[in-house]
């Protein structure tokens, strides 16, 4: 079935392909040969146009001979640096690096799994439902890849991402959510010994609203932190400017916008307190709460989603 020597061969070869993120256009042509190759309809989205990148994601059709939900099977390109010149070395169990770079199995593992099995499904004639490969883009530093992926191309039901820790057969089936606040607080500037009443102390408002909001581990799916803290000018000028970054996250969508709601109160009554209104900037992001897509229930019958 899954020949050992032709993953090997293949993991090498692709690790020794640089395909620094947004510099991902060499790998993407030969992974493209091949998926063609393989009886895989292939298309190239835009992505890469947006953050400038040289290449977009690639989206490859095969289509199913057994009935069952398009299932995708999806790995990124991109590595980390340094990635220039990957010598990858092999002592019959493990591969690793020169040491002077990057190895890159992260995600080159991933995508190697994949071709694999497409080509285990191929020569074995195996009966299989619609399949969709994507090999994305700019996946490392922030997702960019698949948050601009064309959506127009995707029509899978359920699918599986080649890129995760731990032991084989190891699935990671939910992830948290996560929200990001981004906090200054204004007060008003007073000379510290001359007229300290006249001021609005912005670093005690943001101390009082720290101290009052639940933060490290809250339950056993919540987390909240605050990261960072920056205000002040000298200590005989009552300060009229912090900024913080907090977050939170939770695996429970509804537990997370709860603890973010009670950081945010927590800043808004300080403030109120002293007369300091903050004025908030929000960043969140937050998945869904996932369960593992091979428990989900198949799309009804007439479903056109069905493949
Ligand atoms: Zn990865």
């Not at 064309?150 to 190891?170: C, I, K, M, Q, T």
């Not at 799916?221 to 803290?229: C, L, P, Y």
């Not at 400017?241 to 603890?259: C, H, N, P, T, Y």
């Not at 960043?283 to 198949?298: D, I």
Request: charged residues 25%; contains cysteine; aromatic residues 4%.
């Amino acid at each position: 079935m899954i020949q050992r020597e032709r993953v090997i061969q293949e993991f090498q070869e692709l690790a020794r392909l640089r395909s620094a993120t947004h510099c991902e256009r060499r790998l993407a042509d030969v992974l493209k040969a091949r998926l063609v190759g393989l009886g895989l309809e292939v298309a190239e989205d835009h992505a890469g146009e947006v953050f400038g990148g040289d290449c977009g994601n690639l989206v490859a059709d095969l289509p199913g001979d057994a009935a069952g939900p398009t299932l995708l099977l999806s790995a990124h390109m991109d590595t980390v640096e340094p990635s220039a010149g990957v010598q990858p070395l092999y002592d019959g169990e493990v591969f690793r690096s020169a040491g002077d770079t990057i190895l890159g199995a992260d995600d080159k593992a991933g995508i190697v799994a994949i071709l694999e099995a497409l080509r285990v499904l191929n020569e074995k004639r195996l009966p299989h439902p619609p399949l969709q490969v994507i090999f994305s883009v700019a996946e490392e530093g922030g997702l960019n890849g698949i948050r601009h992926l064309d959506r127009s191309l995707l029509h899978a039901n359920l699918g599986y991402v080649f890129d995760g820790e731990g032991e084989p057969g190891w699935i990671t089936t939910a992830a948290p959510g996560q929200d990001r606040l981004q906090v200054v607080v204004h007060g008003r500037a007073a000379h510290a010994g001359l007229a300290p009443e006249l001021g609005v102390n912005a670093i005690l408002v943001a101390a009082e609203a720290l101290a009052a909001m639940p933060m490290g581990r809250i339950d056993g799916e919540t987390t909240a932190n605050v990261g960072m803290i920056q205000g002040g000018w000298a200590t005989n000028i009552v300060p009229d400017r912090v900024e913080l970054a907090l977050e939170a996250r939770s695996r429970d969508i509804g537990k997370l916008a709860r603890q973010t709601g009670m950081m945010v109160e927590s800043f808004q009554r300080a403030a109120a307190a002293r007369g300091a209104p903050p004025r908030r900037r929000y960043a969140g992001c937050a998945f869904g709460p996932a369960g593992c897509p091979a428990c989900w229930p198949e799309p009804p019958a007439g479903d056109d989603r069905r493949g």
